[in-house]
């Protein structure tokens, strides 16, 4: 076969095939309209699932706002360690994807249970980094990063704590001071 | 334009016969990519995908549907220890990147690393980013087409001749590969961050992503505003530019170096290089390679 030219037939499919791909591709990068019967988008997000199309490939857009920071103080007795990152333990790839976990934190304000228990599951992580540890406090802060124009006049990167809670070895309770 | 030119320009496009190296290096280069990926993953797959990893498996699931790590709790009720099944799976994953990218037995394991990267997509929104994405999206047309005819131990010696289905892949990678920049720089252009420069003052100064001190660009406001401008034209008129002789290749060099920059400005490597070379593969190597035998046209190059 290498090397025939394909008949008709052969290109019809070929063509009808991936069209039908990229046009659903394209749906894919958008979501679909309100108001579809249920089985359309249910089959729109098995497809996306499948093909990998789903979402907006637009990424930092339509603009970048601030950036949510999740840094650790630790207790061993009297001794604190202050501002650990899980980041600084891990290579840069796999601190990356823990970025988006740190994201998800900040999507979480609807729901105070859920947003407890995603940091309990960090601060679970940051425990079994420090052994010894007593008491493990999450903190949680938006950087925010001022416009070009603001930035000329002056003003400086702006942290602001938006979240902290502490969790005691040994304790199922937690405490948000 | 006649009906027969048309159908001669349309016919030339998909079906003319080409070179099948494009497709193949791009095979070989994103099974190193993902190979390198696995590599510096595998150490912390635990914390990533584990019961008790960054976010346990309860949560993960809540959030995002089952996923991986709850199969193999699955698994694991059957007696066999969760930590042992994730390795399984990575093990299976492992294995379909090392054939794909050999191109052994090609066509299965690029049917299998698309069922694990499936899963890997599934287990959770937080362990994958962008790159996982695009190896997603690429994979998906793989299966259906022919990439070993050339840079592969299964054919062992020179590629395979010219084929149609050579240049009809091809073609369906660039477009789907270019619809995603139309996508990247309509959504871009809705905000007014890439209009100012802001939003490439802020990647650059996010602390996520902040590899060298970007603050004197406050003292140049035009130059990220010319990064941001320049963003946008050249991702959202990439799909028609990547078909004009000559213009597309340069095109395709300055994406190439935008994704460099992004790989050496914001450590986004495994990102940038892959985006780097899915360009290369299907916009700058088919220009070298894609000489293909026309009637009265031996020279004629292939965008």
Redesign the interface.
Known sequence: ??????GLRT?CW??G??FL??AF??TG?RQLPEGLPPFVHKTHEVLN?????G??????????GP?L?VKFDVRKGETWHRGIS?EEF?????A??????NR?LGQTYQDER?RR??AA??A??VFARFPAADEVTLIASA?Q?P???E??DGRR?QVDEVYRVRFKRGSRESEEP | MTWSRVSEWWNRFFFAPGDPRPLALLRVGLGAMMALEWILIAPNLQELFGPHGFLEIRLMDAVSGPSTASFAAEIAALGLPYGLALWIFYGIRCYAILGFTLGVGTRFHTVLLWITQVLVMRSGVFAVYGVDRYFHLLLFPMMFLRTDGALSLHRRGPAEKPDWRSTFGLRWLQILILLTYLDAGLSKAAGPGWWDGNAIWRCLNMPEFRVWDFTWMAQVPWLPKLIGWSTLFFETFYPIAAFIPFVGGLWALVIIGMHLGIALFMGLGIFGVTMALINFTLFVFPRFTGRRARPGRPGARAP
């Open positions: 076969m290498t090397g025939t030219p394909p290109k070929s063509l095939g991936a791909l990229i591709s394209l990068f699932a499948l093909t990998g199309a979402g907006s490939f637009g990424f930092f857009s339509p603009d970048i950036q920071v899980l891990l290579p840069h790839e796999v990356i994807r823990l970025g988006n976990m998800f859920l228990s995603v599951s960090l679970t992580r950087h990063i416009m070009l124009a930035y000329a990167f």
